[in-house]
DNA sequence: ACCCTTGTTTCCAACGTTATACAAGACGGA
DNA sequence: TCCGTCTTGTATAACGTTGGAAACAAGGGT
């Protein structure tokens, strides 16, 4: 059976307050008193329950993360930032992924394990202005990932039209012109939803490039298969780009896959960028080039968002809510500027 | 403010408990109070607080997953399956990882966030067994991965030898004798720990192939850079296998990446065949053959491990510890069988 | 000798829920 | 009519913790 305060208390012959005191460092108590009540709970092996602790006092140190994917290596890795992040500041981290569907991110903002958790970071793809909106569970709720609302929560993302400018810029540098976009959204490829998109457009129109609309491939997903089938669909349509900018690391992963199957060279005759830096760019026969954004900033940042924000409410101090920015870096690698001779 | 019972009980003119059991849907309720009570729940919006509930009722529905580190695709992918698992049996999984240190390990089993949670799912590395037995925490413990205790607590895994030894088959089946094993452990290269070894020397013998011990190189760790350096290091020794055999799929990412800068060809010059099954194997230049463990049995065993042993506790049941067997398949891809031609 | 301060400990109530015991009414059989 | 049984609802007491107020002791100043 499981040892409480009355335990302890009965056994070291003080009440169950001065136990509690004792537990939680308050300062006026004889050390006499002290180490008779240390000894007490050595002995029985009490540990606090927290759910009781948790009831009385309001608060549960648990964070909620939601991630569309945790196949997706990028979300794994920021998920493992999260939780050293959390772990920081004496919070545990409550996972989900809602597999980018509209109908579980609505889910998990509405009250997900309600009352259970003390703030909620999410990372949405799907999600709309009204439905967060709609929201009615009071716990802070912090937004991180590309997308933006206009709506009273913090987000943290990096600045991905300045990234996005950076991947860009780097491939008009080395001399190419035929720069592809990978990874439009499917439903809306023309009119761009994507500030990756955007910086794209943006860079190339300030260098005098024509943004081609026929280098712009949608995409039904985020995963390499379908950065293999947008790649696919853009050489089947008699496209031949010099470089490619994928939206992220896995389509541009899928892509390579591709142009490798069809003989297509890296980067001699297709140079590619993508985004996210995964170990796995690191690794492949061809290193990845890539946007790297600075995850363990973003994972600090949104927790301390939460954090800052539970202290708050304490104060009765309504902050203002915030655009956070964590930096971001490009990590030049082989696809675009070749591979060292061996040796 | 958050609506109690409370609220709603005196919204409807009813007592507490007769709200409580409306929510809980105890059945001997007249349809016109239950009525009248559902309508004082939509009205004010109760949702019940799960803290106060699982002080009570001294559950919290909460089971945590320690795996070694969410970088690792397979632990991510794993987790991912654990969680859908979970949900299914109305679980929500809170994540930790220990980043395969022995400290966090223990740190984990001995009441990482104690009392919030019903049940421990754990993929240890280096624990010992000592370590465990001197657990005090009562909740259900099952462990999962290759490592064997010899304790009363769940196991899930599948036959890591058997599996092993179906890789190395397949690599004998296409002429190789030359099988070299990448990730044994580094601290005791010649005395196994690893199953995969075990296998890996079975099957050699099985087949009259002498197993080389100049053909077994250990690693650090179990990410690709410990892979590379494995085969870095089996190749610089001036070993020249026709085939290799990792103990994981990150280290035969790792190892390919090497050969290829060293200008060897998969299969031709050297068959590699990994373990996992991780995405991302199915992306390289050179697709990657696999032993594919069943994930989804693997979570879904561990969840209801821990379920059952939940519920046998209520029945006063003490179940016999189980050594629970998921299956596995063998993944044929390029890094063994070559790509088919273009077209 | 008395009051006030300061330091230390105890008592009580509350957090929101469910279990237990029980009360009140309805119903059926003798 | 009376009693036992069934149905429905209520009152009360927990679960383990902490905040606040009250109680108690000891010491210092008047």
Redesign the interface.
């Known amino acids: 059976m ?1 040892v409480s305060l009355k335990d302890v208390a009965e056994y070291a012959g003080v009440s169950i307050k001065t136990v509690s005191n004792v537990v939680n460092k308050y300062p006026h108590i004889t050390p006499s008193t002290r180490e008779k009540v240390q000894r007490a709970i050595d002995t029985l ?1 009490y ?6 602790r ?2 009385r006092k309001g608060r ?3 964070i909620a993360l939601a991630v569309p ?3 997706n ?1 990028y979300f ?2 920021l ?2 930032a999260v ?1 050293d992040a959390a772990a920081a500041h004496d919070y ?6 809602t597999q980018g569907s509209r109908e579980r991110e609505l889910l998990v903002t509405q ?1 997900f ?4 958790i003390d703030g909620l970071i999410l990372n949405p793809l799907e999600l709309e202005t009204e439905d967060l909106a709609a929201r ?1 569970d ?1 716990a802070p709720l912090v937004l991180i990932g590309e997308r933006r609302y206009d709506l009273p929560h913090d987000h943290v993302a990096i600045d991905n039209i300045a990234a996005a400018r950076a991947a860009v810029r780097h491939l008009l540098d080395l001399g190419r012109r035929r720069i592809a976009f990978l990874g439009a959204r499917g439903d809306r490829p023309s009119q761009p939803s994507h500030l990756r998109l955007l910086g794209w457009q943006a860079e190339l129109a300030a260098r005098g490039v024509k943004a081609d609309d026929g280098l712009v491939a949608p995409v039904d997903g985020w ?2 298969a379908d950065g ?1 089938a947008a790649m696919a669909a853009l050489l089947d349509a008699g496209e031949r780009p010099d470089a490619v900018f994928a939206y992220n690391d896995l389509i541009a ?2 892509a ?2 591709v142009m ?4 297509l060279r890296v980067p001699e005759d297709i140079a590619v960028v993508g985004f996210d830096d995964l ?2 760019g ?5 290193t990845l080039t890539t946007v790297a954004p600075d995850k363990q900033a973003i994972a600090r940042m949104a927790v301390e968002s939460i954090t800052g924000r539970l202290a708050g409410k304490d104060a009765g101090d309504g902050a203002a809510t915030r655009q956070l920015q964590a930096g971001f870096t490009l990590v030049e690698r082989e696809s675009t500027r070749g591979r060292r001779p ?1 040796g």
């Open positions: 499981r092996g540990r606090p329950n927290l759910t009781a948790h009831l549960t140190g648990i994917e945790l196949g290596p794994a890795e998920a493992g939780i545990t981290v409550l996972l989900d992924h009250g394990q309600a009352q259970v009615t009071s995963e390499r293999a992963i899928g390579m896959r490798s199957e069809r003989g170990t796995e690191r690794y492949g026969a061809v061996p």
